[in-house]
């Protein structure tokens, strides 16, 4: 079973980067693909972004498209997510995930397809 600790949430103003982490332990790394999901207050959990297992495959959400751009690291089993050009919007707690069950170049967005979760990390983009 693999534990997921993430890291690099803060407040930044509209505009601004912040580069988010997930350290994984506990289990195979490269067995999983890896995601990144948010959850803003009275919303539900959505997608933002996910690497395949391969790590030669990536997708994202259209909202947050080309300003961030997700890694992963198997050798450090760490995977990252690097935000860019960030909005008020943006606001949400972020969680990294990984999911077992999927094929070796698979890219799953579903919430429900994850099976493991950190605890999440606060980001806060003010105006």
């Known amino acids: 079973q693999v534990q997921l600790v993430e890291s690099g949430g803060g407040l930044v103003q509209a505009g601004g980067s912040l580069r988010l982490s997930c350290a994984a332990s506990?289990?195979?790394?490269?067995?999983?693909?890896m995601g990144w999901f948010r959850q803003a207050p009275g919303k539900e959990r959505e997608f933002v972004a996910t690497i395949s297992r391969s790590g030669s495959i990536t997708s994202y959400s259209d909202s947050v498209e080309g300003r961030v751009t997700i890694s992963r690291d198997d050798a450090k089993n760490t995977f990252s997510l690097q935000m860019n050009s960030l909005k008020p919007e943006d606001t949400a707690v972020y969680y990294c995930a990984a999911n077992e069950r999927v094929g070796y170049f698979s890219t799953p967005k579903n919430v429900q397809g994850y099976n493991y979760w950190g605890q999440g990390t606060q980001v806060t983009v003010s105006p």
């Open positions: 506990g289990g195979f790394f490269s067995a999983y693909a």
